[in-house]
């Protein structure tokens, strides 16, 4: 506890910002599961798995589970909307709709 004085007086953000910042950071996992992409916090566990925070189907649109942070939810739709992905290095096949 002793970083957060130092943190509000070099960074300006108080203990509340601190946390929320703390808590809202995601390490995001991008899978294929059969149906378009789950994307899911590995720093967060839901019955002993990773929790699932949205989904991008074939027609690229997202779905979201659970709350994720404007950064997160920036790079999920970047990837919706401009990434393209394939089965496996030895199945070609789109994951996604084929950006046009």
Do not use: W
């Amino acid at each position: 506890m002793k970083i957060l004085p130092i943190l509000e007086k070099f960074s300006g953000i108080g203990v509340k910002q601190y946390r929320r910042n703390k808590i809202m950071k995601e390490d995001l996992m991008f899978c294929h599961l059969g149906n378009g992409v789950s994307v899911c916090d590995r720093l967060r566990k839901e019955h002993g798995d990773y929790m699932n925070v949205a989904h991008i189907s074939y027609e690229r649109n997202v779905t979201y589970c659970n709350p994720v942070s404007e950064e997160s939810r920036k790079r999920i739709e970047h990837l919706a909307k401009y990434d393209n992905m394939t089965r496996s290095t030895t199945q070609s096949q789109p994951v996604l709709k084929p950006i046009k």
